[in-house]
């Protein structure tokens, strides 16, 4: 992450609590269901494992090419290549590890129904800053999978929310990383007062 440079970003205003939009980067298994037409062809099924670190989560989510490990001796391993990890760093950051950027995404409370989401693309220091494969890239994560797919999906929730039509919301344990974070986000708020 120390030799990584901004290569290009955007911000956009979301019409969801802010922790909503943590939720969805906290978890893989949305991917089989809301990613289905963008990602997740790349990945496995139930690929994700996830730690808690203090009140941060790392999760990992393995990609198909990971089946290759199987024929190959470890020290020919390649973590990066064949799984997404990504990280919760508490309160409001996300990092995840794509095979060769780090999208890093801030999102600041504005509001209890609204959001500003920042998403930044990381890249090597060493990489062509101008090669439009970059653009291609960060345009396909960017728009398509965290607009119209993560933040569209929070933005339905919120309105499901604020209808009051669920009294209760069930977290499995594929998604445990999400009860974690509203645990810690409870004991914030107690020891603020
Ligand atoms: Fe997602």
């Given at each position: 992450m120390s030799e990584h440079v901004v290569r290009t970003g955007d911000r956009r205003r979301a019409n969801c609590n802010w922790k909503l939009v943590v939720d969805a980067f906290s978890?893989?298994?949305?991917l089989k269901s809301l990613h289905k037409d963008s990602v997740?062809?790349?990945?496995?099924?139930?690929g994700t494992v996830f730690a808690k670190l203090g009140r941060h989560s790392r999760s990992v989510g393995a990609r198909k090419?990971?089946?290759e490990a199987r024929a190959?001796?470890?020290?020919?391993?390649?973590l990066r290549a064949w799984t997404t990890p990504f990280y919760t760093l508490f309160p409001n950051n996300m990092l995840v590890f794509h095979p060769d950027w780090v999208s890093r995404i801030t999102v600041y409370s504005d509001g209890t129904d609204h959001c500003e989401v920042q998403h930044d693309m990381l890249i090597p220091g060493?990489?062509?800053?101008?090669?439009g494969y970059w653009d291609t890239s960060f345009r396909l994560i960017?728009?398509?999978?965290?607009?119209?797919e993560d933040i569209a999906a929070c933005e339905s929730i919120q309105r499901m929310a604020r209808s009051g039509a669920d009294s209760e919301w069930p977290i499995g344990g594929l998604e445990t990383p999400v009860l974690w974070f509203h645990q810690h986000i409870r004991e914030a708020l107690q020891e603020a007062g």
């Open positions: 978890e893989g298994c949305h997740e062809p790349f990945f496995l099924e139930h090419a990971i089946l190959l001796p470890q020290s020919q391993w390649n060493d990489a062509d800053p101008e090669a960017n728009e398509q999978v965290f607009a119209a």
